[in-house]
């Protein structure tokens, strides 16, 4: 049988927790710009070795790119369409 204990977690555990996430989330951005300015290149280079007259690569670099500029939005925090006011709630609303 399992005692859960009832445990208080001190705001400096979580704001520790929230940076160790926030870090977490920058660096996965930066992975996933990284392989995009390698890959791409090497993309264009295919298609331009197999097919040069269809540039289809556009596609990629197009749609990928886009996934990276979100994923960066959201690594930093940037949100121009909503702002993160409304998860967290206001005292004013209630």
Not at 5 to 31: C, D, G, H, M, W
């Given at each position: 049988?399992?005692i859960?204990?009832?445990?208080?977690?001190?705001?400096?555990?979580?704001?520790?927790?929230?940076?160790?996430?926030?870090?977490?989330?920058?660096?996965?951005?930066?992975?996933n710009?990284?392989l995009?300015?390698?890959?791409?290149?090497?993309?264009?280079?295919?298609?331009?070795?197999?097919?040069?007259?269809?540039?289809?690569?556009?596609?990629?670099?197009?749609?990928?790119?886009?996934?990276?500029?979100?994923?960066?939005?959201?690594?930093?925090?940037?949100?121009?369409?909503?702002?993160?006011?409304?998860?967290?709630?206001?005292?004013?609303?209630?």
């Open positions: 049988m399992e859960m204990l009832n445990k208080s977690i001190s705001t400096s555990e979580i704001q520790f927790q929230n940076a160790k996430e926030k870090v977490r989330s920058i660096k996965s951005f930066y992975i710009l990284s995009y300015c390698i890959l791409i290149p090497v993309i264009i280079g295919i298609n331009l070795q197999y097919v040069p007259e269809y540039h289809w690569f556009w596609f990629s670099m197009i749609g990928w790119g886009t996934g990276v500029i979100f994923h960066g939005l959201s690594a930093f925090d940037v949100n121009p369409f909503m702002q993160n006011n409304w998860e967290k709630g206001s005292s004013n609303n209630l």
